[in-house]
């Protein structure tokens, strides 16, 4: 059986509803959606953006990882008027990467002053 491993940022949700920032099982590594925290959180969609990113990115080296092995993400924004902003984070986050990636509009996320979540999955070799 393959080695489950378990990585919590310590954001306060992780608790609450009883999951894991990261799981990496093997060779891929699973980060749940993710969203800004305080003082970020009060930001415009691409400084919410970019904090995500910076959460995840902490998150998959915890696992080992790293932003270059990222293959997938999926982006969840409040206002599709947002998506120039939020495609920008994730452009500088990713540069030559250029995982699959998906951007859904969605009409609310938990805190009100949520913009953006993102859910990353890699695959390291």
Known sequence: MTERVNISSGGDFEQIFGYSRAVRVGDHIHVSGTTAREPFRSGDAYEQASAVLS???????????????????VTYVTDIKDADLVARAHREAFGDVLPAATMVGVSALLDPKMKVEIEAYAIEK
């Open 55 to 73: 959460i995840i990115e902490t998150a998959l080296r915890e696992a080992g990882s790293s932003l270059a092995a990222v293959v997938r993400t």
